[in-house]
């Protein structure tokens, strides 16, 4: 038998793979808009754009480095040619460790940065859950002072209320580490097993509110699905200052600082971790972003085991209807923090960074919800082809347009059949289509048809000459062309 | 021994995979102002945006699909945990034949869409030459008609204009593949691989020059390294209609048809792609394309091999110096044509496509060559730190400035040293430096410093008494901060 080679190939499916997807037109535009938006905000505030490219050594990337032949968990890995791996940026934060390691003798220090692209997950895609997604970061580097943190609050509320979310609908809470730290410390709490349980614990705060705490930090809980999950085992006495500070956030700032006070008792990182929140409060307040933009709340538990000082979160807080029909807030679509250990892997020096990260495609998907955003799809006019030996003519009224700033195009496909011709400017979203046959050329007119007008009907229509008996349609002067086009767009602009 | 594990880690090296690099502030923000100038042309032109994953199965990419375990030549490929292989794209066009089959039966036809992004190539690295980089497509799928071709003519031009290359500065030339049809059934060579040699052979015109071609078309030519390169071994008479085609470029486009009508003799398929040589001609035209911005030349021979139509490329005419100080012509920033298989290999159709891909980093490079790119870069107004504890003084004016649209911000550093503060503000290009001490902030003044003009002294400059004496510095009443901050930036604009 012949060899495999011979075997008739099988065609290849037309699909990305798993978890991935594509963007069309508007989406496409939109996100752009947005990311020249945050671009401007961040640019205003000082920082530089840095990109990095997609691909790092896994050795940079750091997290993902186990004892395994294969290290691509999470990550999208390979091996070169030289056998060492490499792999898809899994956020922006571990290539800009890298890149400060890299240039920090040429760098600006401190070095105020932003960065936007997509980033890779090798993780289970699920419904809205896709592998490749944006980001779109700020971090301010070699910045010990807290107010390097308070600007990154005030830079993600105008951020946000720059890409149209109004003040009231979105708000920025703000929480500290070294707080949760001085509570840690008034619990008595010594053993490092017992404080990572204790954060674990903590970070359940949004899904199974206070009593789920207050159960999990003592013997345990029985869970939604009817399992018993054990708990960390502190006393009453024990766990009372760690509830006291989930439960802190008072009637106004002055009053959730004099609740953090009780919680953390004595205990001087904590207290720092107070004092420093009162600072950034100081500072918002001098820039004129009260409470209802920028609050702290201690209740923000999102990353508390990950970062180092003041934690941040950026929440919409207007209610969309969840898949299910229930409302709720539509809930996060930012966060970041202080951590100190930037480029320490690489240099062992401890450089202090804080930053955020914004999620544009939630971003995106929360300003769509609330219908806000701006209709940025215009299609094309439609120059049709009813003569296909005067293509020269059909192209000089297009270039004349374009000339003049109108989206215009010819009609590139088959003309034979009028109607797919009307039937391809309504798919484009056209405003106007232009239709010169032979007796218009004979008497320097052409006729253009208003679209918005017209769509409802075009389906019926088969023939240039039921075509022109539509009340949408007009005839004019061929030297008038580009004036009338613009006119007709205007007009249908003003009806939308 | 103790196991592996316990072995001390080494630090990671802080660099980027061999072949990719970082692009930092003004880099970026150039390329960003490039791709949106691009868009608003291809977009005026009536393209839509894709944006495709990085990511595809190599089932898609096609054609890196050897008999191989590994199937990464060329790109960088994995497996995902179900065994398939996926790979970054090595281009835009390969995603787009996916797009077009997997969405066929929804997008309007024709479909017209733009792309732009990175794309990645496994190959070896070399100066100047990397495995990321942008590309920038346009391209028409299920448009038969010439006419689709001249129009990617036109908006490339126009592209070139738009980005800032002058008319005079760039040609956009094309040829046609089927006249080249023509021209071997006028050799009588039927035997495909020998087809396959005069093409091969065609392709090193660049390089050899016609005198090249002709010896190699024949017996076979010594190469500049002694080494002997076997001919076609066509005869002479054999081997000179391609030579004539090669050459046939005249004083305008009638010279020019008239020569390659000699070449093609009567092959139909040879006249079938001078007419549309004609066409585009004519179209360019009526459009008002001079041959000062698109010419019918011949001797364009790049993709001659892979494209079935028109084949066209822009080239940038004016002269660079190269790296051994020669003068060379900066040469191709784009090249695109008509290709018919774009998604047989999906669906079993054919369909017409033909675009363009513009090389935007070359593009760029030539930009900055010839002292074209605009100055995007300016530095923020450095609001420094006197006293460190009314930074939310320094806040305040820092807000007042960004709220009026100035790039500001307050220095981030530790403030103890004075003059570090005004190396970090000339590190980022600062126009002015804010100053306010004790006794300013008693008498409702600050200083303000234009740094364009005291930066050759800043580096002698260690404390801020030294820094009031200079020249540049003016006292200004607190209140007129941003006023008086515009105008010295403007004059700073003024003096560039």
Redesign the interface.
């Known amino acids: 038998m012949a060899k ?2 011979n075997k008739k190939p099988m ?8 978890g ?6 508007t ?3 939109q996100r ?1 808009a947005m990311l ?1 938006q945050i ?1 401007e905000v961040y ?4 920082f ?10 896994v ?2 990337l ?1 997290k993902f480095l186990p ?1 395994v032949d294969r290290p ?1 968990e999470g990550v ?3 091996q ?1 040619e030289d056998d ?1 791996w ?1 792999a ?1 940026r899994y956020d922006l934060t571990a290539p800009l460790a ?2 400060y ?3 920090r003798n040429d760098l ?3 070095y ?1 940065r932003y960065a936007m692209g ?1 980033v ?1 997950r ?1 993780e289970k895609p699920g419904p809205g859950r896709y ?2 997604f944006y980001q779109c970061d700020a971090d ?1 580097v ?4 807290v ?2 943190d ?2 990154i609050c ?1 830079m993600l509320s ?1 951020t946000l209320e720059s890409v149209g979310i109004p003040r009231g609908d979105y708000l920025v809470r703000v929480n500290n580490r070294k707080v949760l730290n001085g509570v840690l410390e008034t619990t008595g709490v010594s053993d490092a097993a017992q404080q990572a349980d204790v954060l674990r614990t903590i970070d359940k705060f949004d899904k199974v509110g206070i009593a789920g705490v207050t159960e999990l930090l003592g013997k345990g809980r029985l869970d939604a699905s009817g399992a018993y999950i054990d708990g960390v085992g502190l006393t009453e006495m024990q766990a009372a200052p760690v509830l006291a500070f989930l439960t802190s956030k008072g009637a106004d700032a002055s009053a959730t600082i004099a609740n953090l006070r009780n919680a953390v008792g004595g205990s001087d990182i904590g207290l720092a971790g107070i004092s420093e929140l009162e ?1 950034i409060g ?2 918002m ?4 972003y009260g409470s209802d933009r920028v609050e702290i709340d201690p209740s923000v538990v999102r990353g508390l085991g990950y970062y180092t000082g003041p934690v941040f979160e950026a929440e919409l807080t207007f209610e969309i209807l969840d898949a299910k029909g229930r409302k709720r807030q539509f809930g996060s679509v930012a966060g970041g923090g202080r951590y100190d250990d930037l ?1 320490k ?4 020096q401890e450089v202090p960074a804080t930053g955020v990260s914004i999620g544009v495609d939630r971003l995106l998907a929360a300003l769509r919800e609330k219908g806000r955003m701006d209709e940025i799809a215009n299609g ?1 006019v ?1 120059v049709t082809v009813m003569d296909r030996d005067r ?3 059909y ?2 009224m ?2 004349e347009l ?1 000339n003049a ?6 009609y ?3 003309p034979k059949n009028f109607g797919n011709q009307l039937k ?1 400017a309504d ?2 979203n056209s405003p106007v289509a232009v239709i010169e046959g032979g007796d218009e050329k004979a008497n320097g007119v052409v006729q253009i048809k208003d679209l918005a007008l017209g769509a409802r009907l075009s389906a019926e229509i088969e023939t240039a000459e039921e075509w022109k008996k539509q009340p949408a349609q007009m005839e004019i002067k061929r030297s008038d062309l580009v004036a009338e086009v613009r006119k007709m767009i205007a007009r249908a602009e003003g009806l939308k």
């Open positions: 495999d080679k065609r290849p499916k037309a699909l990305p793979p798993k991935f997807r594509d963007y069309f037109g989406d496409v535009a752009n020249s671009t640019h205003r505030y000082g530089d754009a840095l990109e990095s490219p997609a691909v790092e050594t050795e940079a750091g004892d691509n999208f890995a390979w070169d060492a490499m898809l890298r890149v390691a890299q240039f600006p220090s401190p105020r997509p890779w090798n592998r490749q301010t070699g910045a010990p002072s107010a390097a308070a600007e005030s105008d600072t100081e500072l307040a001098a820039g004129g480029v892997r690489f240099t062992g094309p439609v293509m020269s003519d192209q000089t297009v270039t374009r700033g109108i989206r215009a195009e010819m590139m496909g088959n391809y798919k484009r």
